[in-house]
């Protein structure tokens, strides 16, 4: 009788262990993402989700817009539920074999309807003589996997912006992650650097663009701000142009780069028409529009800027 108890028992107790097949949340994610290799250094936004705190990314979209930047492609061995990455250029038959590779992300309405199983995602990168397990989801029927875990397993850097919650991944250098701590030990004296190289620059500029929005004509004619974009124009020029220089890891500071050249650009056209209208010409209609440009860039630029400085400072 007492055996009948403890077999009766054992049963109860197996009942109620806990099984970990699903998310405890999941949400639709936005992290963007700055690919160094590829054609923009604009933050893209890819087929992601959240879940429990981790982004997670399908395997088609991190293969098709992401790994085929360094000629990486994936084929899937459905009897072996098995993802092969492979160095070779991308093709789009690669991603019809599998509904694996099917992409469809959900809207945030049907979130509470997605089948989100926990598995172990088997995958390799040398033809399947070497196995690794990543932990990931299946998400009806698409495997999502954790960027970080595959960024370590395929070897290449991520680099976190902490400052405009930007992913950097550069696929050219090898597995790196920074924590805040590392980030900030690490970029906030190149940050100093940038700041220190570009407010000067910017500051008669920004008084210039400034008076001729407040209808002060005659300072287009004034040498002392032609010299100050003539300095701002070859200065910013020579940055761009040779950012292996390395004045800063280039890669944290996109926009601030951008607007760099904008406003070379902006004021190369204002030193020109201003030489012009010496020489007697009228003032053209669109210099205004070049003004307005480089304001604007100068703006932009500035507001970076003090984003960086008033994290840093904090």
């Known amino acids: 009788m007492i055996k009948?108890?403890?077999?009766?028992?054992?049963?109860?107790?197996?009942?109620?262990?806990?099984?970990k097949v699903k998310a405890n949340s999941i949400v639709e994610s936005y992290q963007r993402i700055i690919l160094e290799e590829g054609s923009s250094y604009r933050p893209q936004t890819y087929d992601l989700y959240n879940i429990d705190g981790q982004n997670y990314i399908s395997i088609k979209d991190l293969a098709r817009q992401i790994l085929s930047e360094n000629s990486i492609y994936i084929e899937y061995d459905k009897d072996k539920?098995?993802?092969?990455?492979?160095?070779?250029?991308?093709?789009?038959?690669?991603?019809?074999?599998?509904?694996?590779f099917k992409s469809y992300h959900y809207d945030k309405k049907d979130l509470a309807d997605l089948k989100t199983i926990e598995k172990d995602i088997k995958v390799t990168k040398d033809g399947g003589k070497n196995i690794a397990k990543i932990s990931g989801y299946n998400i009806n029927g698409i495997n999502y996997i954790?960027?970080?875990?595959?960024?370590?397993?395929?070897?290449?850097?991520?680099?976190?912006?902490?400052?405009?919650?930007?992913?950097?991944?550069?696929?050219?250098?090898?597995?790196?992650?920074?924590?805040?701590?590392?980030?900030?030990?690490?970029?906030?004296?190149?940050?100093?650097?940038?700041?220190?190289?570009?407010?000067?620059?910017?500051?008669?500029?920004?008084?210039?663009?400034?008076?001729?929005?407040?209808?002060?004509?005659?300072v287009i004619c004034t040498d002392c701000?032609?010299?100050?974009?003539?300095?701002?124009?070859?200065?910013?020029?020579?940055?761009?142009?040779?950012?292996?220089?390395?004045?800063?890891?280039?890669?944290?500071?996109?926009?601030?780069?951008?607007?760099?050249?904008?406003?070379?650009?902006?004021?190369?056209?204002?030193?020109?028409?201003?030489?012009?209208?010496?020489?007697?010409r009228k003032k053209p209609p669109y210099l205004d529009d070049y003004i307005k440009e480089l304001a604007a860039s100068l703006e932009a630029m500035q507001k970076d800027l003090n984003r960086y400085s008033n994290f840093y400072k904090n």
Do not use: C, W
């Not at 008669?204 to 400034?210: G, Q, S, T, V």
């Not at 003539?230 to 890669?251: A, G, M, P, S």
């Open 146 to 218: 954790k960027i970080r875990d595959l960024a370590e397993f395929l070897d290449f850097s991520l680099y976190y912006d902490y400052v405009k919650d930007n992913l950097i991944i550069d696929l050219k250098s090898p597995y790196k992650f920074e924590s805040r701590e590392d980030f900030i030990k690490n970029h906030k004296k190149e940050y100093f650097k940038l700041n220190d190289f570009i407010m000067p620059l910017i500051k008669k500029p920004i008084m210039f663009a400034n008076l001729i929005a407040d209808g002060d004509q005659d």
């Open 4 to 19: 009948v108890r403890r077999i009766i028992l054992l049963l109860a107790l197996l009942v109620f262990i806990p099984t």
């Open 81 to 100: 539920d098995l993802i092969l990455f492979k160095d070779g250029l991308y093709g789009l038959s690669d991603y019809k074999r599998a509904d694996v």
């Open 225 to 280: 701000y032609r010299q100050s974009l003539v300095n701002l124009r070859d200065d910013f020029t020579v940055e761009i142009n040779n950012r292996d220089h390395k004045l800063v890891d280039y890669n944290y500071y996109p926009k601030i780069y951008e607007e760099m050249e904008n406003a070379a650009y902006a004021s190369n056209e204002i030193i020109y028409n201003l030489d012009l209208m010496k020489e007697g």
